[in-house]
């Protein structure tokens, strides 16, 4: 969020902007998104933002002047219940009033979708065209690149302590090397936006809740098919493996950085989800 708002102030002409991460670019949430961009919401507002940030993908790698593969491979939801396949009828409406083109589908397409799938267990699906994925860490990297060239400083390893409040206006911030006062303060902060925030003694809604990403080596079967999310389960938990092999698979996930591993995925899509949570897949 925060290089993006550098890129968009950037783009409009502002040259003093000054970013301050306290550690480096990309290394909170954004290491670990999917990337998956999506119009298939039940908000109108988040639909409305999907057309315009996908107007925004489309267009990136000549805005930014950096490569950024937006794949448009499609979002595929699948149901295994007809409590699943009425919450994926649910916002039909809403989708054809806002031109985005969403169909319900049947198992025989689903396995023209996905070759290979499984179907069986399924009563169907729920399919855009127009969804898909990118990759955060590359988009990061353009935003960041072209807020540069635009004049914007972005500085790494600089927290912000404190936000420096006057009565009712935030009027800069506080880090290990001095205050800096600014007319205009973005929090960007992510899950770490409410600390913050209370050091102005202002209340922030946001709170943190932990998700579960499982990595694979590249699966070239899967590299050219939608993105897929089931809607009415949540994935099944594997067995709890004995505690020698607990051991191991510690030792390998915590070999090497989030970005060295992200190399290691493939351009595929993501299968699992659920609407239990509060936050589901993208
Ligand atoms: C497993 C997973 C899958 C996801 N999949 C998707 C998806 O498919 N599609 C999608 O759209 N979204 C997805 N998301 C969500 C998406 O990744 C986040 O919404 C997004 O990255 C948040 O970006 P951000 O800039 O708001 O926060 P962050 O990336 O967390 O950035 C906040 C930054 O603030 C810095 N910071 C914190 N405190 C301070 C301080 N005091 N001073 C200075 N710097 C500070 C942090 O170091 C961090 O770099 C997923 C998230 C996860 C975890």
Redesign the pocket.
């Known amino acids: ?2 290089v993006a708002a550098a890129f968009f102030l950037g783009e409009r002409g502002e040259t003093d902007v000054l970013l ?4 480096r670019l ?5 290491k ?6 999506r119009h298939q919401f039940v908000d109108e507002l988040d639909v409305r933002l999907s057309q315009l940030a996908t107007t925004f993908w489309r267009e990136f790698e000549e805005r930014t002047g950096s490569r950024h593969d937006f794949a448009e491979r499609g979002y595929l939801f699948v149901a295994e219940t007809e409590e699943g396949m009425a919450q994926l009828r649910g916002p039909l409406a809403l989708y054809e009033r806002l031109g985005v083109p969403v169909e319900m589908v049947d198992r025989i397409r689903i396995r023209e979708l996905v070759p290979g799938m499984r179907v069986d267990d399924l009563r169907g699906g729920r399919f855009c065209e127009r969804d898909g994925y990118g990759d ?1 860490l590359a988009a990061l990297a353009g935003l960041g690149a072209a807020a540069r060239l635009a004049g914007a400083h972005l500085v790494e390893g600089a ?2 302590t404190a936000l420096l409040r006057e009565g009712d206006r935030v009027i800069g911030v506080r880090t290990a090397h001095g205050d800096v006062r600014s007319e205009r303060v973005l929090v ?5 936006t409410a600390a ?1 925030c209370a050091t102005a003694a202002v209340s922030v809604p946001i709170w943190a809740y932990r ?1 579960s ?1 499982m990595e694979s080596g590249p699966l070239p079967a899967l590299m050219k098919i939608p993105l897929v999310g089931r809607k009415d389960r949540p994935l099944r938990q594997p067995p709890t493996p004995p505690r020698s092999r607990r051991s191991r698979c510690r030792r390998r996930s915590s070999r090497g950085s989030a970005r060295g591993r992200r190399g290691a995925i493939p351009r595929s899509p993501i299968c699992g989800s659920s609407t239990r949570g509060p936050v589901t ?2």
């Not at 301050?20 to 550690?23: H, K, S, Y």
């Not at 990309?26 to 954004?30: H, Y």
């Not at 670990?32 to 961009?37: A, E, N, R, V």
């Not at 960007?188 to 770490?192: L, M, S």
């Open positions: 969020m925060g301050l991460e306290r550690d990309g290394a909170g949430t954004t670990g998104g999917l990337g998956g961009i955060p927290a912000v960007a902060t992510g899950c770490w913050l998700r990403i897949t993208r």
